[in-house]
């Protein structure tokens, strides 16, 4: 037993791995335990046994194997990495338990594998058990087939799939063994529970025994649906739900959805294999099928029967098959062959499916005709065939064939027909049915039953019925509007009787969509399948059609869309109106007579035809005032018209009386209910009289009247052909140009245009020049909405006339569509929005179908076929030149195009190139002469083209490219995307193949907004494109990725992964997340859109909405309003985006993308990937002289997802004029899309670059005119440049400079100063620098300015890289050839020379004598113009300040119009590029800002408004705001206070010293009353950046000066740190400042506390001290994540830069050491990613090596104890936040925390109070080393230990007082620095505590003395807290008392002067110590407060950072550290003394 202590002592992972079995066994016991103890299922804890699991299963000992498995079933239920162990423990479990004769070892093994199966791991689970099923052993094969059918009766058969388990099982009944046939007919039971009669198909050759048995068996199954009992993780919430169910006993409501779900979703023919049938065919097959003999046919054909029987077939290509079985169909004399025929297709078409669709059209119209035969049994055939060949198709695709048919003479042909179009109706849903395909069948069918045979008319009575059941009566009875009540009777009641069909329907989509469509009439509109939901919720009925074939598609023409445009909304505009638009009967005179003579005075109808011209004129004066005042209801319109017509009627001689009489129609036409029975009277006369000089434009007048009561389609036509069946010119043309003008008033919708081509074109010929002019300026107008396509018309017209057709088309050319002004009120059909969106549909595509087209079938001969099959390639050319002569002939054909199809297609892959370029341009010039209906040939044509992308030929390539994209232009993209043929593509692995089809895909799938679910089967191939080895291909699969993601959603995409090898699948899911990031929206339905646009473009068309809302109802279903229809008609056109006004550029149909939406699209971090590619060096970087072309396809590339389609193309315009277009509208949309813009900034910068070498001048100065609006949005959004936006942009933008134009050269340079608002100056000096190397003289001189500008505003410290280096440069530019070159290096060197002093001389280096000599004698001149040089700028500044607060007070005070003149005489001073700029520069904006809201009377912060702030400022002169009227309008006031607060700040920065001072006190002011202070937010880091900009200023210029006065530096200090310890208090505002403000900042301010110039200023220490305070507030209050990265990133800078002082880093680490303490209470608001992202840099540029390289060790340490500390409070999950870091693997970092962790997991226990004890033991052994005195010793024992401590430091106090020569030195000496500031600053503290009591009393009396102030009283007395020796909550008052002392010091005195010498004498004399020593104590008193803090926190150290002690932690700097306390109570006396 001595071995047993050994084993036992291992930890728990050896022991189960130990060889003996007990040890085994023991330590599987305690794993079991440990598992079950666990909670965090990722604990690192599991990981541990990651290898060890498979052993679990598989122990060699039976008893620890039953542990074993135990262990692992906890294993694999908790662990989260559980998952990777799957295959190797299930096979272990499948090979080693389910042979064990225990039992539970069978039923542990069944439940890990149910459990694998539950944490998502099934397929792999399944895997593993298939292979199970072939072992030799029969109990292991028994056990899978249990664990199998266990799985798929709890999971069920969504989650277990049944396909390789139906295909393995009879193979089982087949086994030897009864057990395994037992087991294996109870799965087959459990199976047919799931899908029911599919099974039997895949069964149906098993022994029919057992078949028997197993029928007996499946009768018993319960028939209810099976439901899923046990759920995946994934699957929490369905599992509650079931749950819930049970628990409310049994199946409650939720039985519905779930049953939806599971039940129909097998489908039988899935799960069987496919036959491949084409090579077994008879090989004589196709000779026999041509025999003569009619056996021999038989033959042939019933060997293919046999063989289509197979109920699947594989895929292949059956072209040749279906030719020759068309043939008998159509040809052959037998009629029984004819039957077998038709059943072979029938077979085809089932066993193909969806494979068949594209050989559906060349059969349809066969059969079809072939109905004509009479035998029942050849009838029944052909009906089957075609039924199963519709369900390969869509009833789309046929319908033209169909259609065509139903014309045919033979009535049992329409009968047949008819009754294949009912049963293909039961097969659609509302949504698959739209009014585009209703419209046409319809028509067709209401010829049917007004047919003469009986039985055609109950046929077509069926097919009506079932049309009117499946698309609800909404949809249909448009078209039955002219059909009589018996009949409509009769549809209703066939209607009733139809049976729709569910579940026949291939796919499971189809299926859902039937089962919710029950109920037919309207809730079938709303309700419909899955994918259809979307459209259906967008626009109830009508259209799903369009959607699909290209929804919101690019260029798209095509028949369904535009018929969807007419069905959504021109069909109710054509013939709703007429069956309410009243035709009223023609009355008689009489009953005309006497309905006028009720509603007009007698005289006035006894004077109309009176001889008399004035008694007439009279008579229409009283006629004209009745009508006027008639009410509509009583008007009765016919008889009104009818007695104007009377004699002398239209032939009125008089012109007034003319006049009058037309104006009176026209007021009929309005006022009335017009008719057009009324027109018809009218009409006849109105054209008569258009050309008329004098009464034309009556006449004219009232025609518009008339169209818009009668509609204008109608009216129209109507005067256009009264008008040529005359013959006066004028009248003619006249005519025309009225009806030019009324369609651009009304639209185009329903305009016949095929009318008035004919009539245009008797026009075009006529004689009379006028005529002729105003038909063509007629075609201008129908261009606009017609576009392209019209000009078809003309071709063969006069070439000169041609030629003026063309001049007025380019004139058009570009304009956009104007909307319909009128036709809203009461015509449905033009209503609103839908009315131009509508009629661009209609017309262009109407056009394109009124095209005549030429049936060239007949020239297609079989010669011809054969040509291009021969085997010469010279005759193959010859063939495809007559075919392309044919096409180019004909113009524009029909679909029926013959045998050219199959010969074309054998050309695609002719061995002779040429061949196949040539076959390309055919069948684009096909697609184009064909139109839409080339969609039929989609799959027999098209997807050969893109076989076709994968030619080794470049050209070859690009010339596929280009037809497919024609193809798809007219087709749409869904036909190309159903079905397999574009997934068996993608499969062959042809790298250029695959590379242009993904291109081809990436670019057209960002545009659909949906696509069918068959674009699924191409995401495998996906995948393996991602891993292709060529690069292009990777490339182009990871583009298209998100689009793919973006139409099949995440989770489709990841599950996909699943049949990866597993390095592949994690691969695969780093790039599926990536794209995630990166996947755009789905192009937004137009819908809302259509509102955004009106509302945008034409506010005044919204109004009409509702209004049209009813007419539509009322003129399309007898006056119900109905809003359904409404919005279908509003939103008419899915497909198409929104022609609003502002949107046609073109009017040209292919470019009618919706250009309503965003033009930028934001893409979540697409800007950070563009960047890493660029780093990756994945993309081109940005950089070049010239732009080549693969800079602008790159750019256009990475635009395409982020750009909107439509801009990007007129960006990429070759003309320059749609670059302006562009840039007009990215103006427009720049403030309305700031985020958009700022997501894409890179791109449209760099876009900008290429503008920048455009020639073209107008494009230059827009790009500029943009850039200035774009960078001042950018600064108010306060956003800064990143590098990567910079460098590719600025060196660019420096090239203009150089421009000869001087007034782009201006805007350059302003755009330059924009910039330095939101890229530091310093980075953009090194551009600019490099500007100055140019060979451009204008170049090198306007540079040089620049750089001169940016030192005088921002001073020396932009220079980079040194002063030094920069000047030399500069200086170097002082002998340059040009003259002003050398000028502007002088001038800029003399403005450093005025901002730096005689140190340029030693910064210059060594000049020629020459240029020395020059530059001096310019210093001279420079100097006599101010006094003297250095002072210059002193001198210049403040006097411009003064100006401009001047200024600002006038602003306020002087009315509002003077405002503007002001500042602009204001700015020009301070624009002289000479002149020195004192307001820096990049705060001119803000004067624009002021200057542009002059209108206003200015309401700015009221915080301003309500103190009387005049006293305190008189002696400076500030505005004075108290005397500004408050504006009313106090919405503004957020706007204007922004202004203001920005013209502050603005000044906070400011050159002049009090300048600034004001600005300080007035933003101190604001953050120190609670109510104002959120006026801030927002402006917290424009704030910072003034103040540390200020402080630089004064560190670089005010220090160095000798002429200031060093009391004003002091002051300025003490106002800017003043007013940051306020703003630092107020913590939500702190937490404002941004990471990069924050590290400025505390640059900034660690600069200024190791300034030794202001140590030897008499108020320096102070200074210091403050500043101290000051750091200490901002590392608390800010917010931690950003202090704490920017602290990194500085110590990262101070440690790289050379220059700095070891000092600076030091302090930066102390900075860090403090926030390390604040972590334990602030860790959990860190966004610790983004830290460990910053330490991870950090130490990427500090390898620990280069760390331990350092002179001091502590930046090593420090970083440990950071990364300790972190470890130690987050714990192992500290490794889960490493997920900003890119490549982990190379990071040093999560190596270093794993160890941290490891290390701390190690040392169990609570360690870390041990080690606290340590650490202060070991403090306790160094005091006791030293034995002075043992009364001293135990003191600081106890100060040392951490319960005692205040004791202690109380106890020390005492002593020393006591005995005050007590040396405790050497005590101290031994400890740590850390130990001997602590204990000081305690000692201080009891001692200010002490003295505090007394001094309460005296600080209160302190404010009562200055109650003149403008602070308010509440606030006075100073809070006790400052006596608190927590110190946690300074009060307000504390600085109050602070701000005071600034003010004095400002010499802004608070109370009366009387009793106190002036401040300043008391501030040069240190003697008198009231304001002095006053100051001093505050900040000592401060200083106490913050150590009293840090007292608390110092013993809260953690172990680790005990190696630290030797550091001082406390950040007083020394010198205040070691301030001797005898000196504090001195100096506390002596504040109290002058108190007194």
Known sequence: MGDDSEWMKLPIDQKCEHKLWKARLNGYEEALKLFQKIDDEKSPEWSKYLGLIKKFVTDSNAVAQLKGLEAALAYVENAHVAGKTTGEVASGVVNKVFNQPKARAKELGLDICLMYIEIEKGEAVQEELLKGLDNKNPKIIVACIETLRKALSEFGSKIISLKPIIKVLPKLFESREKAVRDEAKLLAVEIYRWIRDALRPPLQNINSVQLKELEEEWVKVSSSAPKQTRFLRSQQELKAKFEQQQADG???????????????????????????????????????????????????????????????????????????????????????????????????????????????????????????????????????????????????????????????????????????????????????????????????LLKHINDSAPEVRDAGFEALGTALKVAGEKAVNPFLADVDKLKLDRIKECAEKVELIYGKKTGGAAEKKEGKAVNGKAPALSGSGDKEAKDAAAKPGPLKKAPAVKPGGPPKKGKPAAAAGMGGAGVKGKKGPETKEIFEPELSIEVCEEKAAAVLPASCIQQLDSGNWKERLASMEEFQKAVELMERSEMPCQALVRMLAKKPGWKETNFQVMQMKLHIVALIAQKGTFSKTSAQVVLDGLVDKVGDVKCGSNAKEAMTAIAEACQLPWTAEQVVAMAFSQKNPKNQSETLNWLSNAIKEFGFSGLNVKAFISNVKTALAATNPAVRTSAITLLGVMYLYVGPPLRMF?????????????????????????????????????????????????????????????????????????????????????????????????????????????????????????????????????????GPSIKQHVKNLGIPVITVLGDSKNNVRAAALATVNAWAEQTGMKEWLEGEDLSEELKKENPFLRQELLGWLAEKLPTLRSVPSDLLLCVPHLYSCLEDRNGDVRKKAQDALPFFMMHLGFEKMAKATGKLKPTSKDQVLAMLDKAKANMPAKPAPPAKASSRVVGGAAPAKFQPASALAEDLGSNAMESKPDPKKAKAGGVSSKAKGIQGKKVLSKPNLKEDDDKSGPIFIIVPNGKEQRMKDEKALKVLKWNFTTPRDEYIEQLKTQMSSCVAKWLQDEMFHADFQHHNKALAVMIEHLESEKDGVISCLDLILKWLTLRFFDTNTSVLMKALEYLKLLFHMLSQEEYHLTENEASSFIPYLVLKVGEPKDVIRRDVRAILNRMCLIYPASKMFTFIMEGTKSKNSKQRAECLEELGCLVESYGMNVCQPTPGKALKEMAAHIGDRDNTVR????????????????????????????????????????????????????????????????????????????????????RSMGSHSEATHTVPREFQLDLDEIENDNGTVRCEMPALVQH?????????????????????????????????????????ASGDINTSIQALAQIDEVVRQEDKAEAMSGHIDQFLIATFMQLRLIYNTHMADEKLDKDEIVKLYSCIIGSMISLFQIESLAREASTGVLKDLMHGLITLMLDSRVEDLEEGEQVIRSVNLLVVKVLEKSDQTNILSALLVLLQDSLLATAISPKFSELVMKCLWRMVRLLPQTINSINLDRILLD??????????????????????????????????????????????????????????????????????????????????SRIEEKASKAKVNDILAEI???????????????????????????????????????????????????????????????????????????????????????????????????????????????????????????????????????????????????????????????????SNQTHSSGIGTTLASPSSAAANIDDLKKRLERIKSSRK
Request: aromatic letters at 4%.
């Open 250 to 444: 049994g199946d409650a409501d939720g039985g519905g959805d779930d049953e939806e779900e599971a039940v129909p979703q097998v489908d039988a023919y899935e799960l069987l294999e496919a036959v491949e049938i084409l090579s077994k065919l008879p090989k004589d097959f196709y000779e026999k099928i041509e025999a003569k003999k009619w056996q021999e046919r038989k033959e042939a054909l019933e060997a293919v029967e046999v063989l289509v029987k197979n109920p699947k077939l594989e895929s292949g290509d059956y072209a040749d098959l279906v030719k020759v079985l068309k043939k008998v169909v159509g040809k052959d004399t037998n009629v029984m062959l004819v039957a077998l025929a038709a059943k072979c297709l029938a077979g085809l078409a089932t066993g193909l499916r969806k494979k068949f669709g594209q050989y559906a059209g060349h059969v349809v119209p066969t059969i079809l005709e072939k109905f004509k035969e009479k035998k029942p049994q050849v009838v029944q055939a052909l009906q089957e065939a075609i039924d199963a060949i519709f369900l390969t198709t869509t009833l789309q695709n046929i319908s033209e064939d169909v259609l065509a048919v139903m014309d045919n003479k033979n009535p049992t042909i329409k009968q047949q027909t008819s009754l294949f179009i009912a049963r293909s109706f039961r097969h659609c849903t509302p949504s698959t049915l739209p009014k585009s395909l209703l419209k046409p069948f319809c028509a067709a």
């Open 1836 to 1998: 600081f024992k106890k100060i040392g230990s951490k319960e005692n401590t205040k004791e202690g430091l109380a106890e020390l106090y005492e002593y020393k007082k006591k005995y005050s020569d007590a040396d405790i030195e050497p005590f101290l000496k031994n400890s740590s620095q850390f130990f001997q500031s602590y204990v000081e600053r305690g000692l201080r503290l009891i001692e200010t505590e002490r003295e505090g009591k007394g001094r309460i009393g005296a600080s209160a009396g302190i404010s009562s003395q200055m109650e003149g102030t403008c602070v308010p009283a509440s606030t006075h007395t100073v809070s006790s807290s400052i006596g608190n020796t927590n110190g946690e909550e300074v009060g307000p008052s504390v600085y109050l008392e602070r701000l005071k002392i600034l003010r004095q010091r400002c010499g802004l005195d608070n109370a009366k002067q009387e009793d106190r010498p002036p401040l300043t004498s008391l501030l040069s004399k240190p003697a008198v110590p009231t304001v002095a020593s006053s100051t001093d104590m505050l900040h000592s008193k401060l200083s106490q407060l913050r150590e009293s803090r840090e007292q608390y926190q110092h013993l809260d150290l953690d």
């Open 1508 to 1548: 009387k702030l005049d006293d305190i400022f008189e002696p400076v002169l500030i505005p004075e705001p108290k005397i500004r009227a408050v504006s009313p309008h106090f919405d503004d006031m957020h706007s204007n206070t922004a202004s203001t607060i920005n013209f502050v700040i603005s000044q906070v």
């Open 1383 to 1466: 000028n502007a290096a002088l001038n800029t060197i003399v403005t450093v020379y005025n901002v730096h002093g005689d140190q340029v001389f030693k910064l210059i280096g060594n000049l020629s004598e020459k240029d020395m000599s020059m530059l001096e004698e310019r210093i001279k001149r420079s100097a006599k113009r101010p006094s003297t040089a250095p002072v210059r700028q002193a001198e210049e500044k403040p006097q411009r300040a003064q100006t401009i607060s001047a200024n600002a007070s006038m602003l306020r005070k002087a009315p509002a119009e003077d405002m503007s003149s002001k500042l602009n005489q204001n």
């Open 794 to 930: 003309f071709e063969d017209e006069k070439p000169a006339l041609l030629s003026q057709i063309d001049a007025e088309f380019e004139k058009m050319q570009g304009q956009t569509v104007p909307a319909p002004i009128r036709g809203i009120s009461r015509n449905s059909a033009v209503g609103g929005d839908d009315g131009e969106e509508e009629e661009q549909e209609d017309v262009g595509n109407d056009v394109v179908d009124l095209l005549p087209r030429t049936d060239i079938g007949d020239k297609i001969t079989a010669e011809l076929v054969s040509k291009i099959g021969d085997k010469n390639w010279k005759i193959r050319k010859e063939g495809l030149d007559e075919v392309t002569s044919i096409i180019n002939d004909a113009k524009f054909i029909q679909p029926n195009i013959g045998e050219l199809p199959a010969a074309l297609k054998s050309r695609l892959n002719d061995s002779n190139k040429i061949l196949v370029q040539q076959t390309l341009s055919i069948l684009q010039q096909l697609a184009t002469a064909m």
């Open 1735 to 1816: 330490i991870h840099i950090f130490m990427k540029i500090f390898p620990k090596e280069k760390l331990k390289q350092c002179k001091s060790e502590f930046p090593i340490r420090t970083l440990k104890t950071l990364l300790h500390t972190l470890c130690k409070l987050k714990g192992p999950k500290i490794l889960d936040h490493l997920t900003m870091i890119d490549n982990r693997n190379e990071s040093e970092l999560e190596a270093h925390l794993c160890r941290v962790v490891k290390h701390s997991m190690d040392q169990t226990g609570s360690k870390a109070d041990k080690d606290t004890e340590k650490g202060a």
